[in-house]
């Protein structure tokens, strides 16, 4: 079993550039914490995720874990920056909507929720404003953030930080020496932390350990969660054929990914099979004529039983090129993954965030009660008659 702080490197010789960029990182959070940069609030509820590391948390899992939540019983909208996207500001994704005009995580996210607003937009307040004041989503109940930790333009009712257990940030650095966008003290302003990619059998005592290094405010709440993998399916074929992961024994396997930290699932992998080829690309790559032309090749020459996964991500912009060869197409699996909360808090995790929901929503007697007392840099748009009830959640 891997130990936390396992995937962290250090380039040392870089330290002096991360002193510098430290310096425009504090002064930037400064002025928001002095004022003179404004963060504002809505009279929606509004839930961030993110984290003060480049890449790599699992945001994407954390996030329809809940959208899952919480959509049999409201209007939910994700709001995305769409990284590497073709489109420019903001977009309200359909089902049809091409991955390339939204992004391959908000993409994915529409395919799985096809009922949720997925809307992509670098300005995140306009991003907002535009879900909440247009006709065809203005019955939207509760906004999720996607990676919004550093946008602090917006002020978030609930800030949920994500922290990978393989590169906690006690251990990192500043970028471009270690991968922390900002210092390690950014996790102050979290409501919520949570250690994420942790081993199933994490000990009591572990937790205790990474609750004193952690060293959190009482005002935060901490949390542990560990990837759950669910059976392989094929992404190419007309309907979609499944494998449990226990059947990749004396199987060759073709790890294909371009994700920021696939050591992770690589490592995962070899609890069912020891042969296991990586091909790695960066995180949210454009496959290119060379990239298709290699996973060709490189399966082509493995040995037979085999197999190629790929993750979810990958997916969706694998099924948007052209060039595969048939061997591959019919060979190539994806791997979904959730989430599972250890220790038995899932609930409490829950009901803190279904409260929150139902105390802020802009329809309940709670925030009519309080609409005299709205923050001056609050943003409000209509009401809607509607009652939100959680009573069979």
Same mark, same amino acid.
């Given at each position: ?40 609030? +809505?009279? @929606?509820?509004? @839930?961030?995720?993110?984290? &003060? ?34 489109? *420019?500001? +903001? ?15 908000? +993409? ?8 949720? +607003? ?39 009712? &609930? ?19 270690? *991968? ?8 102050? *302003? ?23 290094? %952690? ?43 371009? @994700? ?57 912009? %694998? %099924? ?21 909360? %250890? ?10 965030? &279904? ?30 008659? *509607? ?7």
């Amino acid at each position: 079993m891997r130990s936390e702080g396992d995937f962290i490197r250090i380039n040392e010789w870089l330290r002096p550039l991360s002193f510098f960029y430290g310096i425009g990182v504090r002064l930037r959070n400064r002025l928001f914490n002095l004022g003179v940069l404004k963060s504002h609030a +809505y009279d @929606i509820p509004v @839930i961030s995720v993110g984290n &003060i590391t480049v890449g790599g948390t699992g945001k994407t899992p954390h996030v329809e874990y809940l959208v899952n939540l919480l959509q049999n019983k409201l209007n939910v909208a994700v709001l995305s920056r769409g990284y590497k996207r073709k489109s *420019r500001g +903001y977009v309200l994704a359909d089902i049809n909507t091409p991955m390339s005009d939204i992004g391959d995580e908000p +993409y994915q996210m529409k395919q799985k929720f096809p009922k949720a +607003y997925i809307a992509v937009d670098k300005k995140r307040t306009r991003g907002i404003d535009r879900l909440c004041d247009d006709e065809q989503t203005s019955n939207v109940d509760v906004i999720i953030l996607d990676d919004a930790f550093q946008h602090r333009y917006v002020k978030p009712g &609930i800030n949920i930080l994500l922290i990978d257990y393989h590169r906690l940030i006690i251990y990192d650095k500043l970028l471009p020496a270690g *991968r922390l966008r900002e210092p390690k003290d950014g996790k102050n *302003r979290a409501d919520i932390v949570i250690v994420t990619k942790c081993p199933h059998d994490l000990k009591p005592m572990e937790y205790r350990v990474l609750t004193r290094a %952690l060293n959190l405010y009482p005002y935060q709440d901490l949390y542990f969660t560990t990837i759950n993998y669910k059976p392989l399916h094929t992404i190419f074929t007309p309907q979609k054929e499944t494998k449990q992961l226990e059947e990749l024994r004396d199987t060759n396997v073709l790890l294909l990914s371009g @994700i920021a930290s696939p050591q992770q699932l690589r490592f995962d992998l070899k609890l069912y099979t020891s042969n296991i080829t990586p091909l790695s690309f960066a995180d949210h790559h454009r496959f290119k004529t060379k990239d298709i032309e290699l996973i060709n090749r490189t399966f082509e020459e493995m040995p037979s039983p085999k197999v190629i996964i790929t993750t979810e991500k990958d997916e969706s912009r %694998l %099924l948007a090129i052209d060039g595969l060869s048939e061997e591959v197409k019919q060979n190539i699996f994806a791997i979904p993954i959730d989430i599972k909360f %250890l220790l038995d808090r899932e609930e409490k995790f829950n009901e803190k965030i &279904i409260s929150y929901v139902q105390k802020n929503s802009r329809n309940s007697v709670l925030v009519k009660r309080k609409d005299d007392h709205k923050p001056k840099d609050s943003h409000h748009s209509g009401n809607r008659p *509607r009652t939100i009830s959680f009573k069979n959640n």
